[in-house]
T-cell receptor, first 115, second 116 residues
Framework: DGGITQSPKYLFRKEGQNVTLSCEQN?????MYWYRQDPGQGLRLIYY???????QKGDIAEGYSVSREKKESFPLTVTSAQKNPTAFYLC??????????????FGEGSRLTVL | AQSVTQLGSHVSVSEGALVLLRCNYS??????LFWYVQYPNQGLQLLLK??????LVKGINGFEAEFKKSETSFHLTKPSAHMSDAAEYFC??????????????FGSGTQLTVLP
């Protein structure tokens, strides 16, 4: 079945450590996105990529980094510069720019807790 | 600029009762409107969407929503709640096609509880 796989589902980190969240899709979608979800705040866009080897900052990119070396993969690194990294992180994908209909396909999320 | 307001962060209904989740939007251009549902510890999935045409749209699991331009609303309804409907629901607005999810704005969500 086609879909988006995020790993790990749960992750604990000590302050000062960088962590990388994995996101893989087999939907053949060009565009991929990372969102952060905090209680009562909806979803906030961190980074997005519309094509391989290109990505753009979203609304809350500070303290995060991404890469897009393959169409199927869009890993997110939460760096030690992120002041409040404890959150639920969601990866999503969509059909390519120019044909976007508003439908995003989401992974099951990764819950990061900083100890 | 566009924005979405979901009235009521928590809504409780009895099983079998009407479900009404409210969403109001602002947009400088005719919007595309969406409802997504999120079950505990999972990602979101599309429930229904309005793009153009018929203003009453039907989605999965018996939900429907009506686009009312004069009221700038897109409320979500279901005639009879089921225990399995307990989840968080997000309204979202987007500018018309040609863009990407960069133009998609989510509301803050409404947690629906269904009481036995």
């Amino acid at each position: 079945d086609g879909g988006i796989t995020q790993s790990p589902k749960y992750l604990f980190r000590k302050e000062g450590q960088n962590v990388t969240l994995s996101c893989e899709q087999n939907l053949n979608h060009d565009a991929m996105y990372w969102y952060r979800q905090d209680p009562g705040q909806g979803l906030r866009l961190i980074y997005y990529s519309q094509i391989v080897n290109d990505f753009q900052k979203g609304d809350i990119a500070e303290g995060y980094s991404v890469s897009r070396e393959k169409k199927e993969s869009f890993p997110l690194t939460v760096t030690s510069a992120q002041k409040n990294p404890t959150a639920f992180y969601l990866c999503a994908s969509s059909i390519s720019r120019g044909r976007f209909t508003g439908e995003l396909f989401f992974g099951e999320g990764s819950r990061l807790t900083v100890l | 600029a566009q924005s979405v307001t979901q009235l009521g962060s928590h809504v409780s209904v009895s099983e079998g009762a009407l479900v009404l989740l409210r969403c109001n939007y602002s947009s400088s251009v005719p919007p595309y409107l969406f409802w997504y549902v999120q079950y505990p510890n999972q990602g979101l999935q599309l429930l229904l969407k309005y793009t153009t045409g018929a203003t009453l749209v039907k989605g999965i699991n018996g939900f429907e929503a009506e686009f009312k331009k004069s009221e700038t609303s897109f409320h979500l309804t279901k005639p009879s709640a089921h225990m399995s409907d307990a989840a968080e629901y997000f309204c979202a607005v987007s500018r018309p096609p040609g863009g990407s999810a960069r133009q998609l704005t989510f509301g803050s969500g409404t947690q629906l509880t269904v009481l036995p």
